[in-house]
């Protein structure tokens, strides 16, 4: 029997220690927390929800304002038959508004801002979700990548060992044929798992570090543990925290106070002028004057008719919105306690025995107390029970971050 053939156990013993991936030399790598500072410095996506809620606030404070007055200076030079007249006449006019649309235009101002202030925190929440999935599918990619080189690696050293076997006649030319196959794809799937994990590197880079330069970023450190269990009851508690539930409950307010703006329409609102006029030969004094549309014609009925509708359809959308956020929050709670049950029932135990299973089977071969057949298939059982691990604490944990998106919270600490 040739040396390479007998070394091969210690060979797959070190190929089970952590390996870095090939090309991470200019990946840039973070912890979960300083991911999450970078996307609330450089986020182009949270740079535009907080313009669009600046936007609406900015409108909602317009249209508050009072009304501006207004100046008017004129002069009158009359001649008649060689008699000459003048007269000077300065106002200024100031429309006015009924005390109760005033107040009503305030009310529905302040809701549309607080609106746009919990859209933005939804905003915001579900952003971050998206950074802390990234983050994991990451950290998953990067895993998977290294199970298959060293699944890959441990496939390659059996091939070669049985090309050798089969020149010495100890192997049939089927078998060799066999992990020739099985080489070719172990190398393919170790140059699959690379590409998925830049895709995964590069989404997070761009929703970290967008137009920086930092083409690929990658987690620093691994997932660890069990995330905290929630319960469902828990999870339906906290709903009235949901910034997308406030945000429609202030847009049905705000609804209501421009209904009652709409329905005292039908009194036009007045415009009063104080002014001082001059003429000649001396005359001089004070005016006041009162301008008040009379609504003969146009009484507002179809503004108010408008009006009524949004606040139906502001009160139906936050029926609506209550009963998805009931179903997503079920969903996710259910997703959650599912993923983190198998967690913590088999991820440990199955990586474990992974490792064990092609420890054991590495020893066996070369001891001659079991075939090349028998060893790749221990190695493809130890890549897909370590994927599966992998998948299992990755899968939770963004279950369990998905689930405090939907409760409307953020995790008290990173992982």
Do not use: K
Request: glycine content about 6%; proline content about 4%.
């Amino acid at each position: 029997m040739n040396i390479r053939y007998r070394t091969l156990p210690a060979l797959c013993a070190l190929l089970l220690l952590p390996q870095p991936a090939a090309g991470q030399e200019a990946v840039r790598r973070v912890s979960l927390a300083a991911a999450l500072e970078a996307f609330a410095d450089n986020s182009l996506a949270l740079r535009i929800a907080r313009s669009e809620a600046a936007e609406i606030a900015g409108s909602a404070r317009q249209s508050r304002a009072w009304f501006n007055p207004s100046l008017s200076a004129r002069r009158d030079d009359l001649d008649r038959n060689g008699d000459e007249y003048w007269e000077e006449n300065l106002l200024l006019f100031q429309p006015l508004e009924w005390p109760g649309r005033t107040a009503a235009r305030y009310r529905a101002a302040a809701h549309t801002i607080e609106a746009s202030t919990a859209r933005f925190r939804g905003d915001s929440t579900r952003f971050a979700f998206e950074v802390r999935e990234a983050w994991a599918l990451a950290w998953f990619a990067e895993a998977a990548e290294r199970t298959a080189r060293q699944a890959a690696a441990v496939i390659r050293e059996v091939a070669e060992d049985a090309e050798i076997r089969l020149e010495e006649g100890d192997i049939s030319a089927y078998e060799t044929r066999r992990l020739r196959l099985e080489r070719v794809r172990a190398e393919q799937g170790v140059a699959e798992a690379e590409l998925r994990a830049r895709d995964a590197r590069r989404r997070l880079a761009a929703l970290t570090f967008p137009g920086t330069g930092i083409e690929e970023v990658g987690p620093s450190a691994g997932l660890e543990g069990l995330p905290p269990p929630v319960t469902r009851d828990d999870a339906l508690g906290a709903m009235v925290e949901r910034p997308d539930l406030e945000a429609a409950a202030r847009d049905l307010d705000a609804a209501q106070a421009e209904l009652a703006v709409a329905r005292s329409r039908w009194m036009p609102d007045p415009t009063v002028s104080l002014g001082y006029r001059r003429q000649e030969g001396g005359f001089e004094g004070l005016s006041l004057g009162l301008d008040l549309p009379l609504p003969l014609f146009d009484r507002g009925g179809g503004t108010r008719q408008a009006a009524d509708a949004r606040s139906a359809a502001a009160a139906h959308r936050l029926d609506l919105r209550r009963r998805l956020a009931e179903n997503d929050l079920l969903t996710t709670s259910d997703r959650y306690a599912s993923s983190r049950a198998r967690l913590e029932a088999a991820a440990d135990g199955l990586s474990a025995d992974a490792e064990a299973l092609l420890a054991s089977a590495t020893a066996a071969y070369g001891e001659n107390e079991m075939s090349l057949l028998e060893l790749l298939d221990a190695a493809n059982a130890f890549r897909g029970a370590r994927i599966s691990a992998l998948s299992m604490r990755s899968t939770a944990w963004i279950a369990y971050w998905d689930l405090l998106r939907a409760m409307g919270r953020a995790p008290e600490r990173e992982p």
